[in-house]
């Protein structure tokens, strides 16, 4: 019955992964997804997380019984402390809801579904460009999908000018996602005084934020400076959705946890939201999975498990920033023609070099790099060793 089915189309970026693993070249270098490698080139387990899982292994008590719809309430709770900060006025007014989702993937169908159901806009502003699965799940959840000017490719930095402007004009009360920090695919966040324009717009138009936060801890190093600009808004009193992943800065990818809060009004509110999320979670897969809460949980609880998590993800973020500097560094030696200052100054774990389509295939037959055909590069994914392969190859794509 499915003989005239069309074959799909390979996903623009786990596509990336799809081709690297055919090609047979010893000196190939997979840039395209986003997740982080060790100087080795190896995927890194955190060794809190080792500790976590040995803990939750011993415990003799430990169940594999499904979790409510809901996931783990632990879970839900710290991870709302994490993002909003533990003296965050709106978790002492009991006004979030938070339900433990499939990582941020998961939180953000189901932000999106809800708000199809629930919410009087069903129109999502995105930015331009961002994370290429933002538009198919905020379309597929029942939104209609617009975008906002983020980006300037001239400047290579944030088109703010074109973002108010888009903001202005988008209708009282309509959603809008924001990168919470390091902005995917482009490295490019707002400043502080930025960010406080940016709310300060929003809250006056009743427009409705909607934060994707994938990357906390990712940007600065620092877990609380990376959600600054989340706070900004929760500070002010107004409502909000938060999507959070675990996958990167814990790096827990593939255990797919995540949580989703709404920040209401009031506390009431928030007991209503809840049940409602679990009826848009319950005939979609019932309940979240039980492991990778728990370790998540494990960590959080533990000061001393905490501040190891910290120092982990400290580690991983100056690795990352080493590697900007040394491409940077190893650009500036070959003389290749261009600027390459954003390469240091964009923040999070991708470089959008700037690359075109026809530079990125060239390099890819050529050198055997692979990335997305935006020209977005995974630093997490280089190291000292590839470095100047990509270099190389950067340069003559730019000269040829
Ligand atoms: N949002 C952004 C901006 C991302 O970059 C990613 C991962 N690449 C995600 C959400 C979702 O990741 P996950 O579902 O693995 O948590």
């Known amino acids: 019955v499915f003989a005239a089915l069309a074959q799909a189309p390979e996903d623009p970026i786990l596509g990336v992964t799809v081709a690297y693993n ?30 976590a899982e040995q803990i939750l292994l011993n415990n003799p008590s430990r169940v594999k019984e499904y979790l409510p719809i809901t996931g783990l309430a632990e879970f839900n709770k710290l991870s709302a402390k994490l993002i909003f900060g533990a003296d965050s006025p709106a978790i002492h007014e009991n006004r979030v809801a938070t339900v433990q989702c499939l990582s941020g993937t998961g939180s953000l169908r189901v932000g999106g579904e809800f708000l199809a159901r629930h919410y009087h806009e069903r129109t999502i502003y995105i930015p331009q460009p961002t994370w290429g699965n933002h538009p198919k799940v905020f379309t597929l ?9 983020y980006y300037d490719p001239a400047t290579r930095g944030l088109d703010f000018k074109g973002l108010l402007e888009d903001l202005s ?26 960010w406080e324009q940016i709310r300060k717009l929003m809250r006056s138009k009743s427009l409705l934020p909607f934060f994707d936060s994938a990357y906390q801890g990712f940007a600065s190093g620092s877990l609380d400076k990376d959600t600054q600009s989340v706070r900004m808004f929760v500070a002010d009193g107004g409502e909000l959705l938060m999507a959070q992943s675990y ?8 255990e797919r946890v995540g949580a989703l809060s709404i920040v209401c009004g009031s506390a009431d509110v928030a007991v209503r939201v809840e049940s409602q999320l679990k009826l848009v979670i319950r005939p979609m897969y019932s ?9 998540v949980a494990t960590i959080l609880r533990n000061s001393e498990m905490f501040n190891e998590w910290t120092l982990e993800l400290k580690a991983m973020a ?25 390469i240091i100054k964009q923040i999070g774990m991708f470089t959008f070099t700037g690359l075109n389509s026809e530079q990125v295939a060239f390099m890819r037959q050529e050198y055997h790099i692979y990335m997305t055909s935006d020209g977005r590069i995974s630093m997490a994914g280089l190291s000292a060793r590839t470095v100047p392969h990509l270099a190389d190859a950067i340069h003559a794509a730019v000269t040829q």
């Open 22 to 51: 055919k090609d047979p070249s010893p000196v190939k270098v997979n840039l395209g997804v986003g997740a982080y490698r060790t100087e080795e080139g190896k995927p890194l387990v955190l060794n809190v997380v080792r500790r």
């Open 141 to 149: 959840s029942g939104l209609t999908v617009k975008s906002y000017r």
């Open 169 to 194: 004009s988008a209708p009282s009360g309509s959603i809008i996602l924001l990168h919470a920090c390091a902005h995917n695919p482009t490295g490019v966040d707002p400043t502080i005084d930025e």
């Open 247 to 254: 996958a990167k800065n814990m790096g827990l990818y593939g």
């Open 287 to 295: 309940n979240p999975p039980l492991h990778g809460a728990s370790i």
């Open 318 to 342: 100056d690795r990352i920033i080493s590697m900007r500097q040394q491409l940077f560094d190893a650009l500036k030696s070959r003389g290749t023609p261009g600027d390459w200052s954003h």
